[in-house]
Nanobody, 124 residues
Framework: QVQLVESGGGLVQAGGSLRLSCAAS????????MGWFRQAPGKEREFVVT????????YSADSVKGRFTISRDNAKNTVYLQMNSLKPEDTAVYYC?????????????????WGQGTQVTVSS
């Protein structure tokens, strides 16, 4: 069982930056690929970015490439999402998720564990 707790959301002006953190319980954090997903009001959940278990491989959605960066510190059981050049359309609840197995995935259905989400609001 893995428990995930996100933090770092908030209100920011367009063009600004935020860093989200996701702390995981458990002793085998590196055995899990991690992902960030988001859901805006009235929209379906969408993939944002993912990272492999050991952190050597990442993949981002086209909408955030060049602006968002995922990283992880396996010694601290934590994954991060650095968000730069934020846009109003980035406004959403952001969720981190864990997938057993080191290979990353863009498919939310492959993730077994989810955090409670953290709100990110970007004002224009």
């Amino acid at each position: 069982q893995v428990q995930l707790v996100e933090s770092g959301g908030g209100l920011v002006q367009a063009g600004g930056s935020l860093r989200l953190s996701c702390a995981a319980s458990g002793r085998t954090f590196s055995s899990y690929a991690m992902g960030w997903f988001r859901q805006a009001p009235g929209k379906e959940r969408e993939f944002v970015v993912t990272i492999s278990g050991r952190g050597g491989s990442t993949y981002s959605a086209d909408s955030v490439k060049g602006r968002f960066t995922i990283s992880r510190d396996n010694a601290k059981n934590t994954v991060y999402l650095q968000m730069n050049s934020l846009k109003p359309e980035d406004t959403a609840v952001y969720y981190c998720a864990a997938k057993l197995g080191r290979a990353w995935s863009t498919n939310g259905y492959e993730y077994e564990y989810w955090g409670q989400g953290t709100q990110v609001t970007v004002s224009s």
